[in-house]
């Protein structure tokens, strides 16, 4: 039997470092296999000579899930921080030895998608392609990822090329709005862009987006006044 499990298991004395009180543990993937098992540990996989493809492929796929719910689970966590601890969660943050500005990205996306409209189908990273859209346009790209099994940049691209669409709308009904912006600024921008993967006009929207959402959020109740 080959075994995707943790190679140092938690005694029942005491918890293993950095587990989460109250986070019930799983196996994560039962292989049959001959020549021993993969093992996951806190610096690096363990994996037995003589695996086959596909499972090794399999192992793979198993991994790359985890790490997928691991972004909405740091999210949900931190979400869930901020809401019931005020001040304290960045001390919690800190002590977690967690990037703050991971988990904003990772939190802000989580925000965006109620539990129950998050696509188990889906990765994190497809949720994050449309989180700065309407709530109906989130659900009808998700909608078309999961129909025609989209990878994250051909939806992403499809979710540039209908903007496009509406841009040639807007021009044509005369419509544009223009933002000068300072040559070194722009040029950063388009660095940061470019390492994002994404187009510069969908990084500054998106980038606008979560700045607004963050200002709105920690200004919420004083926006609700008259």
Known sequence: MTTLRNANPPSAQSPAPGAVPGLRSRRLACIPERGGEVLTTRVGLQMPSGLTFETWERAGRTLAGIVDSSAWWLGDWLVYGKENYADRYERGIRTAGLKYQTLR??????????????????????HAEVASLPVEEQDRWLDSAERHVWTTKRLRTAIQNARLGDEDTVRTANATRRLEVPHKRFREWSR??????????TWVMTTLDRAAERTLDDRGPLLEQP
């Open 192 to 201: 940061a862009a470019e390492c994002s993967g994404v187009e510069l006009d």
């Open 105 to 126: 990205n990772y939190a802000w996306v989580s925000r965006r998608f109620a539990m129950g409209r998050r696509r188990p189908r889906l990765s994190f990273q497809h």
